[in-house]
């Protein structure tokens, strides 16, 4: 038998451990339930964004504007503004060294490096002190270079000229965004009046055809994916078929995201080509490449690779809007002559920009006082 006195005393021990645990106890119970309240406003956000079945595509934007002002390069342009602040208050020998190397870090190129660097080294010392001037000759030269392959209006306003059923082959690896701007293509192109059909290509991912589907939904337009059929070329030659019996006025045709070093899977595209040209008695009106703008060298090799398989007759860059080598855009104008049609600067189905390139340079820059081509 214990006395009273330790009765008492082991009584006080377990309240205290009791009191000790709830204590601990208290700021977890305080985190879940902020947590749970937390979880709960952000599905509530996420709703309210999200692109609705019903949504009426002629509403206001939702987007932010200055990313449709800035043409998605509001990094890039902070990573521009850097450079040459840097270049023209360091009066060491060095300093076009230095240049160089941070021109090769925007994704320029080494051709569009070298060209930069050898105008801007013939300018007089005073000149090469002037931020603007700098600017206004870099802009120059830039403006130059882009105009080595103009897309023209036609193509970025979704005009067929009574090519009807225009159509157009959308490819790119894994990762870069093509479905989703596939979506942004579908939408621009309803928003221009014409009647679209999106057709799902990519037989090889699982998910593929069903994330297509969403995005048509959202942007109002009709979406095609044959049951049972695996072959991406037999969906093509379907939906060129089906394009052309209905008076669809633009297709859009995605393909399998592929890695451009496979040889099976290149070759497959050239099937999924020959399919559609046999099916419209002519080559497809169009060929989009889908580029991340932030995969530097590899982005251009994925180009050129895309180039020498089939007849690409443009680039829409993606993920401008994270990315601060917007440069990428003169890289494959200036060496691959292909133009640049659209650029991605967001998540929104909006946010799709037709490629510019007096804005553009503007934009890279940060606003110079002259544009003009040499």
């Not at 932010?64 to 521009?80: A, H, I, R, V």
């Not at 067929?160 to 990762?175: A, H, S």
Request: aromatic share 6%.
């Amino acid at each position: 038998m214990i006395s009273v006195t330790e009765h008492w005393l082991l009584v006080g021990i377990v309240a205290v451990f009791i009191v000790i645990f709830l204590l601990m106890l208290i700021p977890i119970l305080r985190s879940s339930f902020s947590l749970k309240n937390n979880n709960s406003s952000s599905s509530a956000v996420v709703l309210e964004r999200e692109p609705s079945d019903y949504i009426d595509v002629g509403s206001p934007s939702r987007t932010e504007k200055p990313k449709k002002e800035t043409m998605g390069l509001s990094k890039t342009q902070e990573f521009f503004k850097a450079v040459l602040h840097k270049f023209v208050n360091t009066a060491d020998e060095t300093r076009f060294e230095h240049l160089e190397q941070e021109l090769y870090l925007g994704d320029l190129g080494p051709k569009v490096v070298e060209h930069l660097i050898s105008v801007l080294q013939k300018l007089p010392i005073s000149q090469q002190q002037s931020l603007e001037t700098i600017k206004s000759v870099l802009a120059r030269e830039l403006l130059g270079m882009l105009s080595g392959a103009v897309a023209g209006a036609q193509v970025q306003d979704f005009q067929t000229d009574g090519e009807n059923p225009y159509v157009c082959l959308v490819v790119g690896i894994n990762g870069v965004g093509k479905t989703t701007t596939i979506g942004k293509l579908a939408y621009a192109a309803r928003k221009a009046g014409r009647k679209v059909l999106v057709a799902a290509g990519d037989t090889f991912r699982a998910a593929a055809a069903e994330q297509l589907s969403v995005w048509s939904q959202r942007a109002h337009v009709d979406f095609f994916s044959p049951p049972q059929v695996k072959d991406p070329a037999a969906v093509a030659f379907q939906a060129v078929e089906k394009a052309k019996r209905e008076g669809y006025d633009y297709l859009l045709i995605d393909t399998a995201g592929r890695l451009h070093g496979s040889h099976n899977l290149m070759e497959e595209l050239k099937k999924i080509y020959r399919s559609v040209t046999k099916a419209l008695g002519k080559n497809p009106h169009q060929v989009f490449v889908v580029l991340d703008a932030s995969g530097g060298q590899n982005g251009i090799i994925q180009v050129q690779k895309f180039k020498e398989t089939i007849p690409v007759t443009g680039v829409i860059l993606t993920k401008m809007d994270g990315s601060s080598k917007g440069g990428m855009a003169v890289h494959i104008v200036n060496d691959l002559k292909i133009p640049v049609l659209w650029l991605g600067v967001g998540e929104s189905i909006e946010d799709l920009v037709p490629f510019d390139s007096n804005r553009f340079v503007r934009s890279l820059l940060g606003g110079v006082d002259s544009v003009s081509p040499s």
